[in-house]
C-alpha cells in the first residue's frame, strides 16, 4: 500500500520556528512537494524537493532524505498568517507524468 | 497569474440527481485533476487528464465520470448522486511534466441530500 504520515495538529507561538514531518511509503517516488491550505481555501503550492538536501524560499524550507522515506517542512519566524494546514504529496508513478498522493495534513495553530 | 475556476462555490443535490461539476484553467496547461477532500482523509484523486479527450482513472473512480472536449475544461460528473459523495471537490492544473506544482481551484462543496 502507499501512505503518508504527518501529525495531524502542531501548535506554536509567534516568532518560534516549527518543522512539520513526513514520511511516506508509496509504490514509487519522484520527489516530495508542500502545500498551504487557509480555512476555506484552496491549497497553494510552497516547495518541492527531487534531491536529498535542503531547499530554503524565503521563511520556508524543506527537506528531503530520500533514504529514510522522510522529509519536512521548516517554517522560520512563524507569524499569526501561517496558521493553516500543511500537506505533503509524494509525486509517485501513477500516471504517466506522476500524480500526487497526498498525506492527511498537519493543521498549523499559531498562537500570539 | 494561474487562474482556476469551478462553477459552484457551493450546491445541494438530491439523492440520484446528475450533477456537474465545471473546472476551467486559463494558463494553457496540459494536465487537469478532479480530487475530493474530507476531514482527516487529506485530497484523494478522483480522475485526471493529461490531454484533450484523454481521461484516467485515479484512487477512488467510482460513482464519477468526467469529460474533456476542451484543453482549457475538464468536467467532473455524479451520474447518480449519493450521500457518501458529499464532500468538497477540488479541481487543480498542472503544467507538462511539473505534476509536482499544482494549481487548485476555489473548490465546491457539494451536499447530497
Known amino acids: 500500500g502507499q501512505s503518508l504520515e504527518q501529525p495531524s495538529e502542531v501548535t506554536a507561538v509567534e516568532g518560534a520556528i516549527v518543522q512539520i514531518n513526513c514520511t511516506y511509503q508509496?509504490?514509487?517516488?519522484?520527489?516530495l512537494s508542500w502545500y498551504q491550505q487557509h480555512d476555506g481555501g484552496a491549497p497553494t503550492f510552497l516547495s518541492y524537493?527531487?534531491?536529498?538536501g535542503l531547499e530554503e524560499t524565503g521563511r520556508f524550507s524543506s527537506f528531503l532524505s530520500r533514504s529514510d522515506s522522510y522529509g519536512y517542512l521548516l517554517l522560520q519566524e512563524l507569524q499569526m498568517k501561517d496558521s493553516a494546514s500543511y500537506f505533503c504529496?509524494?509525486?509517485?508513478?501513477?500516471?504517466?507524468?506522476?500524480?500526487?498522493?497526498f498525506g492527511k495534513g498537519t493543521k498549523l495553530s499559531v498562537k500570539p | 497569474d494561474v487562474k482556476v475556476t469551478q462553477s459552484s462555490r457551493y450546491l445541494v443535490k438530491r439523492t440520484g440527481e446528475k450533477v456537474f461539476l465545471e473546472c476551467v484553467q486559463d494558463?494553457?496547461?496540459?494536465?487537469m485533476f478532479w480530487y475530493r477532500q474530507d476531514p482527516g482523509l487529506g485530497l484523494r484523486l478522483i480522475y485526471f487528464?493529461?490531454?484533450?479527450?484523454?481521461?484516467e482513472k485515479g484512487d477512488i473512480p467510482e460513482g464519477y465520470s468526467v469529460s474533456r472536449e476542451k484543453k482549457e475544461r475538464f468536467s467532473l460528473i455524479l451520474e447518480s448522486a449519493s450521500t457518501n459523495q458529499t464532500s468538497m471537490y477540488l479541481c487543480?492544473?498542472?503544467?507538462?511534466?511539473?505534476?509536482?506544482?499544482?494549481?487548485f481551484g476555489p473548490g465546491t462543496r457539494l451536499t447530497v441530500t
Open positions: 487528464s493529461y490531454d484533450v479527450k484523454m481521461k
Open positions: 504529496a509524494v509525486r509517485g508513478y501513477g500516471g504517466s507524468q506522476g500524480n500526487l498522493i
Open positions: 508509496t509504490s514509487g517516488f519522484y520527489g
Open positions: 487543480a492544473s498542472s503544467r507538462g511534466t511539473n505534476n509536482y506544482e499544482q494549481y
Open positions: 494558463m494553457d496547461h496540459e494536465n
Open positions: 524537493n527531487a534531491l536529498d
